[in-house]
């Protein structure tokens, strides 16, 4: 196999692993989304403002909304090299 051909393997084998992983937190805000009856925006709002509590699913909230961006932007420098 050509080193180009190991990169590209490389980065489609992490590609795979940013799609699973922005589909888990994806998952996860969805589920707090319903349990707490609002939507992700209204959340942050509330949140940043310091309006809502400090129930341990808020803080976990507010991390997976940061990390699914930050996963996000990964998967999406990935897949520009991947085309």
Do not use: C, P
């Amino acid at each position: 196999m050509t080193i180009a051909a190991e990169v590209k393997e490389s980065l489609e084998r992490e590609y795979n692993i940013s799609f699973k992983v922005t589909s888990f937190y994806k998952k996860q805000i969805k589920k707090l989304e319903k349990k707490h009856l609002m939507g992700t925006g209204t959340f942050l709002e509330r949140f940043e403002a310091g309006t809502i509590g400090d129930d341990m699913d808020f803080f976990d909230w507010y991390s997976f909304h940061k990390l699914l961006i930050s996963w996000t932007k990964t998967q999406n420098a990935l897949r520009s090299f991947l085309k």
